[in-house]
């Protein structure tokens, strides 16, 4: 018998060090995935003029006059610190858990969303980026591996788009792989494309310029039966303020089957700071 709880025990010491290995391997690829977009910031990058929106639907220019101040630097990656709720549930039982979280956005190229949440007892932590999916409950225990494939890469690909709109305006610039398109008096639609992915994202505007919402199908499974297709996702944008030249919201909800009845906001998000790294540089989230 005591033999048997001998085993039993370095067993569970066996088991527990190889997951805490796994788990520091995953916050090893997280901070080489920060650095990798950091990286990618424009060393000296040019100064917003006016005169950059020569030929954009009026709306469009609506946007990026309200949301860049002439003579800003044209950073296009960010780093996004935020707290707010996080829905496990669904839209009649939200689930919610309490998170906090740090995100560097780098449209076209990527993105990476470290995060925390707990409720109680209950903690899960992990990243998501365009690459994978991998949280973990309690810090040990895997409970969501998913990415490197084509349909995570799709669905990874409308989410940061959309998000360029909310915190990163400058990446959106006509240009190589931007375009915009008029829909309405208030909306105007950016398309981006990238390595072979294409994304439109619809904004619409006040009066003043201030991105109101943001909408666009996203390619998901999140549906009762569990397959890629493409559904409405979107969001509300309010509490804006600047940020280095930037006038960026704050305030975030967003989630599937927006504009439905079935509309569920599980991301809602309080931003409680924004940076634009210089190039390459970048700290390392805990």
């Given amino acids: 018998m005591e033999t048997f709880f001998l085993s039993l025990f370095i067993l569970v010491v066996v088991a527990t060090a190889a997951l805490w290995a796994w788990r520091r391997a995953d ?34 220019q609506r946007y990026f006059r309200y949301t860049i101040q002439p003579g800003t630097p044209l950073h296009t990656v960010a780093r996004i ?15 919610y858990m309490n998170m906090q979280a740090t995100q560097l956005l780098a449209m076209p190229e990527g993105f990476i969303w470290k995060m925390s949440a707990h409720r109680g007892l209950l903690g899960i932590s992990g990243s998501d980026t365009d690459q994978w999916t991998r949280f973990w409950l309690m810090g040990l225990f895997p409970v969501a591996r998913a ?9 990874a690909f409308g989410r940061y788009v959309a998000e360029a709109v909310f915190w990163t305006p400058a990446a959106l610039l006509p240009g190589p792989g931007v375009s915009w398109k008029l829909v309405d008096i208030n909306t105007a639609r950016v398309i981006v494309r990238h390595e072979g992915m294409e994304q439109a994202v619809d904004v619409v505007v006040a009066d003043d310029g201030r991105p109101l919402q943001v909408s666009f199908d996203r390619w998901t499974n999140a549906n009762a039966e569990k397959v890629h297709r493409l559904q409405p996702f979107g969001g509300y944008l309010s509490e804006f303020r600047e940020f280095e030249g930037f006038v960026l919201p704050t305030h975030v909800e967003a989630g599937n089957f927006f504009a439905t009845e079935d509309y569920f906001p599980f991301f809602i998000a309080r931003v409680t700071d924004i940076e634009f790294p210089k190039h390459g540089a970048i700290g390392h989230p805990e």
């Fill in 27 to 60: 916050h090893a690829a997280d901070e080489a995935a920060m650095a990798r977009l950091a990286a990618l910031q424009p060393a000296a990058p040019e100064r917003f003029e006016l005169s950059l929106l020569e030929g954009l639907p009026e709306p469009a």
């Fill in 81 to 95: 610190a935020m707290t707010g709720k996080f829905g496990m549930g669904n839209r009649d039982a939200p689930d």
């Fill in 147 to 155: 990415g490197g494939d084509a349909d995570h890469a799709r669905s």
